[in-house]
Structures are given as structure tokens and as C-alpha cells.
């Protein structure tokens, strides 16, 4: 069965980094581009970043520039580098192949406040 499991998150004042990371199992993930979506209390989840097969990466406007999304298919893991965080970013994170998506798994909280 097709898993993830992110972690990383935590506390962090503004204008603060943290790394995310995602580990995938359950398909062959080279194969696959990789995504990080979040959602925060009340809100829809929304996507925040894209990474394709060969690496090439695209940002929700309100991220790029301050969010990195790399993958490295030797460990089946997917990393969310983010910098300059905003209060705005608090979320829970969660990461998913794009396309077929499969169950979401349990997040990792990201709280920015100071």
C-alpha cells in the first residue's frame, strides 16, 4: 500500500526555517512527481509546490521564492526546505505523488508565531 510520512515540523518564530521531509513507500517513486500541499484550521487544503520526475520544480505564488522542493529517489524521500516563514505558513503538511494521488498520511504540524 502507497504510504507517506512526513516530519520535521515544529515551532518557529517568524522569518524562520525548518525542512520538511516525506517518506514514500507503496510505489515506485522515481516513477512519480512528488507534491507538498498544506492545510490549515478552517481552510482547504492547497497545493504549495510540485516536483517532477527530472526534478523540475513549481511554487504556489505565495511560497516562491522562500520554499525549496527537492527529492532524492535513492531514498524514496521527498524534502520541503522553507525560509523566511510567516505566520501565514502555519499549516499542517502533507506530501502526495501527482498523479494517481493516493491516501494522505497524517501531516506534520509547521506553527509560526513568536
Known amino acids: 500500500q502507497v504510504q507517506f510520512v512526513e516530519s520535521g515540523g515544529g515551532l518557529v518564530q517568524p522569518g524562520g526555517s525548518l525542512r520538511l521531509s516525506c517518506a514514500a513507500s507503496g510505489f515506485t517513486f522515481s516513477s512519480h512527481a512528488m507534491s507538498w500541499y498544506r492545510q490549515a484550521p478552517g481552510k482547504e487544503r492547497e497545493l504549495v509546490a510540485r516536483i517532477s520526475r527530472s526534478g523540475s520544480a513549481t511554487y504556489a505564488d505565495s511560497v516562491k521564492g522562500r520554499f525549496t522542493i527537492s527529492r532524492d529517489n535513492a531514498k524514496n524521500t521527498l524534502y520541503l526546505e522553507m525560509l523566511s516563514l510567516k505566520p501565514e505558513d502555519t499549516a499542517v503538511y502533507y506530501c502526495?505523488?501527482?498523479?494517481?494521488?493516493?491516501?494522505w498520511g497524517q501531516g506534520t504540524q509547521v506553527t509560526v508565531s513568536s
Open positions: 502526495n505523488r501527482f498523479g494517481p494521488f493516493a491516501t
